[in-house]
């Protein structure tokens, strides 16, 4: 019979009075490894390849310490088996094939420690059983979570290349790669230090890695231009997990707005005679703008005088096409406003007189 028809693993020895039973018993068959540890020599036995039935309620003297484990792929674990009292066969582990799995125990007390130094298993449930010749078995299990954090979080658009174009809907896709068990992995959209919408999960309960892709649509503005946007996957494993939780971050994806022309002037413009004749034009890219008086291209004064007064147009280019604006511009003479201030004056004297 080769060795690998030999799939059951029997580890037998003393632990409350002696026995003449071979201390490595090989069963062959296709089920999992069942280490056990034998209390009485008196007991047959049973055909190993059963199946262990769960039976496990409040009656079970065994106990598993730690009650649940959280491991990273590729690290060691360890779980202790014990049970109270001495009415038993033998208790033992059944657990899954594992190369570099081994069973230790004491002759005087009566538990057994499983231990993995490599776990490279990912659906691993590990059961303790204790079998006895009235009351037949009773079984626990162990609570073990084999868990692997992102290889890689990356954000970027979907199906866009390039600036963004103001008012206009766009999505962002957090992916992330090879992650285990993704029922516990959370993904938050940042814009700069601020998260854009509640955490997301995954709807699928596997235990071995995969990859998993996250969506978020947005509406650009102008405040958008320059903004940073990341995401994170956070792999929350509860309290039995590493604290903090791990965490990993995308890259950073900064955001440019195309927008404009915008004119942050009012239809009504007041000039004082010898200042400039300006009205700002605001856009992404920097639009193209020209002046209209008349029908003809005119350039805006530098020092407005009563000649400068009138309507213009001003005309921008932008990203997002080419915008017209109509101006009436009055200039404000030094001698207009120094008679407005006279008359003014006057006024109030001849108030003051009439109410003496």
Not at 257 to 271: D, I, R, W
Request: with cysteine; proline share 10%; glycine share 6%.
């Amino acid at each position: 019979m080769s060795v690998s028809e030999w799939t059951r693993l029997l580890f037998i020895f003393p632990l409350l009075k002696p026995v003449t039973t071979s201390p490595h018993l090989l069963l062959p068959s296709p089920n999992p490894t069942i280490h056990t540890s034998l209390a009485s020599p008196s007991f047959t036995t049973p055909s190993p390849t059963a199946p262990l039935i769960s039976t496990q309620d409040e009656q079970c003297p065994l106990s598993i310490t730690p009650p649940s484990l959280v491991v990273r792929y590729g690290d060691p674990v360890s779980a202790n088996c014990s049970i109270m009292g001495t009415d038993f066969i033998y208790i033992g582990w059944e657990v899954p094939e594992l190369i570099d799995a081994s069973i230790e125990g004491d002759m005087m007390v009566p538990f057994l420690v499983w231990t993995v130094k490599t776990m490279k298993e990912w659906s691993v449930r590990p059961t303790c059983f204790r079998l006895n010749d009235h009351s037949g078995q009773c079984v626990t299990q162990l609570d073990l979570t084999v868990y692997k954090p992102p290889d890689s979080v990356s954000i970027s658009y979907v199906n866009h290349i390039g600036p963004e174009l103001e008012a206009q809907q766009y999505s962002l896709q957090c992916q992330v790669q090879d992650v285990a068990p993704v029922e516990n992995l959370t993904v938050t959209f940042y814009r700069g230090q601020k998260a854009l919408a509640p955490p997301q999960s995954s709807n699928r309960v596997q235990k071995t890695p995969v990859s998993e892709t996250f969506f978020l649509n947005l509406t650009s503005s102008i405040e958008d231009d320059g903004a940073v946007y990341w995401c994170e996957a956070k792999l929350d494993l509860g309290p039995d997990g590493p604290q903090p939780p791990p965490v990993v971050k995308s890259n950073h994806l900064t955001a440019t707005v195309y927008f404009g022309p915008q004119f942050l002037c009012p239809e009504k413009l007041q000039v004082r005679e010898g200042d400039e004749l300006t009205c700002e034009v605001r856009g992404n890219p920097s639009p193209s703008v020209t002046w209209h008086r008349d029908g003809q291209v005119v350039v805006p004064p530098t020092h407005s005088n009563g000649e400068h007064a009138g309507k213009y147009t001003v005309s921008a280019q932008g990203a997002l096409g080419k915008f017209d604006f109509t101006l009436d511009v009055e200039v404000l003479t030094a001698k207009g406003t120094s008679n407005d201030c006279g008359i003014f004056l006057v006024a109030v004297l001849i108030q003051l007189i009439y109410w003496l």
